[in-house]
């Protein structure tokens, strides 16, 4: 632990962590030095971890990188956090992330963004004498960019994400580390600040499928304080890495072969077939049929939940609070200063498409077409597919500001192969599968059955 909370002393410049708790995590660290001096040890005994700002932690600021949180101290501590904690591990602090988990760069968080240790050749990246990042410095993906970053430079042994339509897997693909969305009611979602309630799952992110597989089983599990958490029991998944793929049939689904895709991403996923028939998988071509519509319907559910969630920001219950002439004045003031330019985007759009006359034409079109998503995955699993292999991303990572321009479309098109999973409430995981021309990680996803990440981890461990 003292290694690691050097190194993040060292990393700053990253701008992974927004609150570091060093004295918590030498105290916690000394009793885990003591259960396991006394042969005591918990599965996760003294094993560091960075904590997502968006859970929720007793005694410590809570975020969701949005200043309308302001120093927010929550005094409860989340299922999927004190899951951790039970069974031994250690906060080294928290990290950055989107505001609200709104974003795939992690540019739109109130403490700034951050910096991808990875970095193209010639790009100058270096720490000015101010300790900021000088040269063209990569983003981590988003939203949870602040826990991919921290797990590829080494700050951490693993870290706690979110992932409303991808925020999991593709930090995780920009960052060369393995991250998994588990099925939605898998992890409890209790104490962690909501964006989209119907697609949000907590999950692992750290450096191999075995890593994340033993911090899933310590996440995962029922919740009756959660009305979707499902009551079922968590399996052993570390028991599922280095298992056989023979006889598993793999699908390929041609929906995910899209216009303008990069050679280099082509390439990747022939490469990921090629591994798994290796191994004695089969690969079958499979049809996912409505996946087009994925994208613009993600866009239409995620900002409708994420716009009567982020109701309860009103300046008077949590956070910052600017005071007006009277109450009303005091919501609009305090919501205008709290929330940035992308959270206000999505209230305005997910306001617009649940307003009356708009509702039938936007809100319950877009669920309509959630159903069909769901259907095209349960015919190809029905029709004996075992998991599902695409490309995490649609390219490597890209430098900080590349993409934050005028037209948020283009950051949105970032989702497209990870989307589906949310809408379709199916466990995803993404694995690092190589590299592009200039030398940046890439990676592929797999995606399973509900409620079936053990194989995912299988596949996955093959893959990595
Ligand atoms: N990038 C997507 C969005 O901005 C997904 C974010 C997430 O998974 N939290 O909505």
Redesign the pocket.
């Known amino acids: 632990t003292d290694a690691h909370i050097v190194a993040v002393e060292q990393a700053r410049a990253l701008n992974a962590f927004v609150l570091e708790t060093p004295d918590h995590a030498r105290q916690a660290a000394a009793k885990a030095d003591a259960r396991i001096a006394a042969g005591d040890a918990r599965p996760l005994e003294g094993i560091p971890l960075a904590i997502k700002d968006l859970f929720c932690t007793n005694g410590f600021r809570t975020t969701a990188c949005s200043r309308i949180l302001g120093d927010f101290t929550p005094t409860y501590e989340s299922t999927v956090t004190s899951q951790l904690w039970r069974d031994g591990a250690v906060m080294l602090g928290k990290v950055n992330n ?1 505001e609200f ?4 760069s992690n540019e739109t968080s109130c403490f700034g963004p951050v910096a991808n240790p990875w970095h193209r050749p010639g790009s100058n990246v270096g720490v000015g004498a101010d300790g900021k990042i000088t040269g063209t410095a990569l983003v981590p993906g ?3 960019g602040g826990s991919a970053s921290a797990v590829a430079a080494s700050l951490c042994l693993g870290a706690t994400a ?7 897997r ?1 930090p995780a693909a920009f960052t060369g580390t393995v991250g998994i969305k588990p099925t939605y009611g898998r992890c409890s979602r209790w104490g962690i600040v909501a ?1 989209a309630s119907s697609l ?1 799952q907590a999950g692992p992110i750290a450096k191999t499928v075995r890593d994340t597989a033993i911090l899933m089983r310590a996440m995962a599990g029922f919740d009756p304080k959660d009305t979707t958490s499902v009551d079922r029991e968590v399996p052993d998944y570390e028991a599922s890495v280095g298992k056989s793929v023979k006889g598993m049939r793999i699908g390929i689904p041609k929906e995910y072969a899209i216009e303008g895709m990069p050679a280099e991403i082509a390439a990747l996923w022939e490469r990921g077939k090629a591994w798994l028939k290796d191994a004695g998988a089969e690969m079958v071509d499979i049809s996912l049929p409505h996946t087009r519509y994925a994208l613009p319907a ?2 239409i559910v ?1 900002p409708a939940e994420a716009s009567s969630n982020l109701a309860r920001y009103d300046g008077v219950r949590y956070g910052l609070r600017v005071p007006g002439r009277d109450i009303i004045d005091t919501y609009e003031q305090t919501r205008a200063e709290g929330f940035g330019a992308e959270v206000r985007r999505r209230i305005m759009i997910g306001t617009y498409v649940l307003s009356a006359g708009y509702y039938d034409a936007y809100y319950v079109r877009a669920q309509k077409v959630r159903t069909l998503i769901k259907r095209d995955f349960e015919d190809c699993f029905a029709a004996g597919v075992d998991a599902i292999l695409t490309p995490a991303t649609p390219s490597a990572a890209f430098a900080i500001g590349e993409k934050s321009g005028a037209d948020p479309i283009e ?2 098109l ?2 497209i192969f ?2 589906t999973v ?1 809408m379709a409430g199916l466990p995803g995981i993404a694995v690092p599968a190589g590299v592009d021309g200039q030398g940046l990680p890439l990676g592929l996803q797999l995606i399973g059955r509900p409620f079936d990440e053990e194989t995912l981890f299988t596949v996955g461990q093959v893959i990595e």
């Open positions: 989107d988990a709104m974003g795939s988003g939203s949870s979110t992932d409303t339509g991808g925020s999991i593709q964006f949000d993600y866009y995620a950051m949105y970032n989702d990870t989307v949310n």
